[in-house]
């Protein structure tokens, strides 16, 4: 299983990308920090769709907003199935519903 490491600070990425931006390719930076060649250039990307240079995929702000989206989405998927399951119990608690049947 591939080791992970924290993400590297915001600062760092944005100092990154400056210097690739006024030359530097990401070989070079890649070779005197630690980031991969490839993760700069996923860096780069990414910073030309915050800038409005691309569109390809989504912003930065956009991903955020996704995830938050999401998290929202599970968290009342999960209050609907309680409130699903509650109303099935109290409702056979007071017999307005009939029990389950084995299905003959």
């Known amino acids: 299983m591939p080791r992970t490491r924290p993400p590297y600070p915001e600062e760092f990425r944005d100092r990154?990308?400056?210097l690739a931006r006024n030359g530097r390719t990401p070989a070079e930076l890649?070779?005197?920090f630690e980031p991969t060649e490839q993760t700069i250039r996923n860096w780069l990307k990414q910073a030309?769709?915050?800038d409005g240079n691309r569109s390809d995929e989504p912003t930065t702000e956009e991903k955020e907003e996704i995830r938050e989206l999401r998290k929202?989405?599970?968290q009342v998927?999960?209050?609907r199935d309680i409130l699903?399951?509650?109303t099935a119990w109290?409702?056979?608690e007071t017999?307005?519903?009939p029990p389950k049947s084995s299905g003959s």
Do not use: S, T
Request: net charge negative; no cysteine; proline share 0%.
């Open 16 to 18: 990154i990308v400056e």
């Open 30 to 32: 890649a070779e005197e």
């Open 48 to 50: 030309d769709r915050d």
């Open 72 to 74: 929202k989405l599970r």
């Open 77 to 79: 998927q999960q209050e």
């Open 84 to 86: 699903a399951k509650a």
């Open 90 to 92: 109290f409702a056979r």
């Open 95 to 97: 017999e307005d519903v």
